[in-house]
Each structure stands twice: as structure tokens, then as C-alpha cells.
């Protein structure tokens, strides 16, 4: 049997990069780990959403309009409407949120015919 590898290059916003590699024993939880592990070193990027893009758009819409309920793709597309003053399809925004929640920022449930969302907030343990 062959050995499983995987390798991710990653770099930040200062230049610095990033190289994990995973060889063996590979399992969705190592993983998931290596992308919290990569969250966490973007978490100042996080803080500033890029406002030039679609996507830091809707996460600032999502995070500020919705910071701690549930919501919708198409609540999500009303406020973003209003306050950028700009259409955007329902499939972008949905896109988008399916991202996001790939990416373990938003929590995805199925809610009858559509899905509903929820920011994920990491909390701050102290000892």
C-alpha cells in the first residue's frame, strides 16, 4: 500500500511562508488540524476583511449584520445589496458561505429547502 502525503505551501499577508507536510497515517483530523493550525496564524488577517473583494464583502455583511444569530444566503444578499448599493446573484453569496463554511468560518445547517449559517467564534481559553 502506499503511503499517504500531503503537502500544503501557504503564504501571509508579511510575506512569510509556510510548508506542512503530513506523510503516513493521514486522517481527517490531522487535517482539520493543520487548517485551525492556519487559521490561527491568519487570525490578524481576518480581523480587516479586503472590502475590494466580493468575498471580504460578504463577510463583513455576515459578520457584522449577523454577528451571533442564524441567517440565510438570501438575508445575507438583502443587506449586502443595501449597503454596498450593488446586485449581486444569489449563487455568489451562496458560494461564497459554502466557502466559508469549508473553511470552518461559518457553521452550515440544513433548514427545510435551504441552509442556514452561523459565524463560528473561536473562544480565547485562559488559564
Known amino acids: 500500500m502506499k503511503q499517504k502525503r500531503i503537502r500544503i505551501d501557504v503564504q501571509d499577508k508579511d510575506g512569510a511562508k509556510y510548508d506542512f507536510k503530513i506523510e503516513g497515517n493521514v486522517t481527517k483530523e490531522k487535517v482539520l488540524k493543520i487548517f485551525e493550525l492556519m487559521d490561527l496564524i491568519n487570525i490578524e488577517e481576518d480581523q480587516a476583511p479586503n472590502l475590494d473583494s466580493v468575498g471580504g464583502k460578504i463577510w463583513n455583511v455576515a459578520e457584522n449584520s449577523f454577528p451571533t444569530g442564524r441567517f440565510t444566503s438570501s438575508e445575507v444578499l438583502e443587506k449586502y445589496e443595501d ?3 450593488e446586485p449581486i446573484k444569489l449563487s ?34 485562559h488559564s
Not at 100 to 120: C, D, K, L
Open 83 to 85: 449597503e454596498y448599493n
Open 92 to 125: 455568489v453569496v451562496s458560494t461564497y458561505l459554502a466557502r466559508f463554511a469549508s473553511r470552518n468560518r461559518v457553521e452550515r445547517t440544513r433548514t427545510g429547502r435551504e441552509w442556514s449559517y452561523q459565524i463560528i467564534r473561536i473562544a480565547q481559553k
